[in-house]
């Protein structure tokens, strides 16, 4: 699956942290998508628990950042050109995943399956080679199909974007971001035609400015180190204030108290479709205070079942992603409507218990892969494999419970060259 072979001895390892927030970023989506949940006062696809952003914000700067760590990185140790290729491989499996998603919705369709007529996605049966068409330029988007689109829109714009950081132009870079930003908000309306075009629930030209801050800060061109100290301690209290005056809004727009009318009028600046300006200030300050607490409150080797299941599904992120798609449209045909709040409970905790699935089935793959590579190394000497998906490196069963992290290789027999250990912790870096 990947681009070619890096560099055997300067591979970067995973960072356990990154597939922490991921695996958290899955479950409150798998609960936000769900219909009719018991906690959607709380958490829904427009507003989250901590204020007036999702888990959608939170991917979008995790995947910035993790690209900017891995293919700068790439670009600095094999050049610009293979770094190139690799980027264009990761969009290729990001397309053909997408295609997955709408050939199992659209089959579910067109053969009738019970209440998929909920799903608003006539387009199949009424025009199916308009649908088609649609599907394979990746212009129809519907409810939950906009990520991966747009994630491929802003990893085929990556090499330019760290060309120009490499140029000393991240000044430049991240002026025209802002008023690419400024000018969706205010000036641009894509199409969002439920039998055509339609460009879905997120404004790619509004969140390409989450991901450009996170490329930055992955590829190492902005750093909240290169802030004086004072300097960041007044940034920590600002971050604070607003977070809190925030939070205090979101509980009273959940209660229907007397701010939420006025929270409704201004409803565009909290717009989850074109990134509103008080949507992406809240989550700005909101991801700003992890980002400075997280280095002092993590311990290596000090970790819960919780937070290594967490990252056990945050590391196969592509088809636990996928998996929780498919999840939220079997909800949607299957569920009544509106289930009770029991019903609704029950199936938030199967939805998010099922995400166990898909990560299990990667692992047990990687597994049998890394045996097999075992066996290839005890005949002849050849390179360590190469996993895209997962990111750089030679395949690493990340820190998983023990059933799961076991690679499984046959006695006697080598392991493959820096394979994980069952039971050793992973250092802290970055994979895609």
């Not at 002026?175 to 894509?190: F, P, T």
């Not at 079997?330 to 409970?345: D, E, K, Q, R, V």
């Not at 049998?368 to 997962?390: I, K, M, Q």
């Not at 690493?396 to 059933?403: I, K, M, R």
Request: aromatic fraction near 12%.
């Amino acid at each position: 699956m990947g681009a070619g072979h890096p560099r055997g001895h300067e591979r970067a390892k995973r960072d356990p942290l990154i597939d922490v927030l991921r695996g958290v970023c899955f479950v409150f989506m798998t609960v936000d998508h769900l219909p009719g949940s018991p906690f959607a006062r709380f958490s829904n696809p427009n507003y989250g628990p901590f204020g007036f952003f999702t888990a959608a914000q939170g991917f979008v700067l995790i995947s910035g950042f993790v690209s900017g760590f891995v293919y700068e990185e790439s670009r600095v140790r094999d050049g610009f050109g293979a770094m190139t290729r690799r980027v264009f491989a990761r969009v290729r499996v990001l397309y053909v995943t997408q295609l997955v998603l709408y050939a199992t919705l659209a089959v579910a369709v067109v053969a009738g399956l019970p209440g998929v007529s909920g799903w608003n996605l006539d387009v199949y049966v009424h025009e199916p080679w308009k649908g088609v068409f649609l599907t394979a330029s990746l212009l129809y988007e519907p409810a939950y199909l906009g990520i991966l689109p747009m994630y491929c829109m802003f990893l085929l714009a990556t090499p330019f974007l760290i060309w120009q950081f490499a140029r000393g132009r991240l000044a430049y870079v991240l002026a025209a971001s802002a008023c690419v930003w400024i000018a969706a908000g205010l000036l641009v309306r894509l199409p969002a035609n439920p039998d055509g075009v339609d460009f879905g629930a997120f404004d790619p030209l509004s969140y390409q400015v989450v991901f450009v801050v996170g490329l930055a800060f992955g590829a190492k061109r902005l750093s909240l180190s290169q802030i004086p100290p004072r300097i960041r301690q007044w940034m920590v209290v600002g971050a604070a204030g607003v977070t809190t005056l925030f939070f205090a809004l979101r509980l009273d727009y959940a209660f229907d108290g007397p701010v939420k009318p006025m929270i409704d009028r201004f409803s565009m600046a909290f717009s989850v479709v074109q990134l509103g300006p008080l949507r992406l200030l809240d989550f700005a300050a909101f991801a700003f205070l992890p980002l400075m607490a997280v280095p002092r409150l993590i311990r290596p080797g000090r970790t819960t079942a919780a937070s290594r299941w967490l990252g056990f599904i945050g590391g196969h992120a592509l088809p636990v992603f996928a998996w929780s798609i498919l999840t939220t449209y079997a909800a949607m045909a299957l569920l009544p409507s509106p289930p009770n709040t029991l019903i609704g409970l029950a199936a938030a905790l199967v939805a998010v218990a099922s995400l166990t699935i898909p990560a299990t089935a990667r692992a047990a793959l990687l597994r049998r892969r890394a045996a097999g590579h075992a066996v290839a190394v005890a005949s002849r000497s050849v390179r360590p494999p190469f996993d895209e998906d997962l990111g750089q490196g030679p395949l690493v069963v990340h820190d998983a419970p023990p059933a799961v992290a076991r690679l499984g290789v046959p006695e006697g027999l080598p392991r493959p060259a820096r394979v994980t250990e069952p039971g050793k912790p992973i250092r802290s870096s970055v994979v895609e």
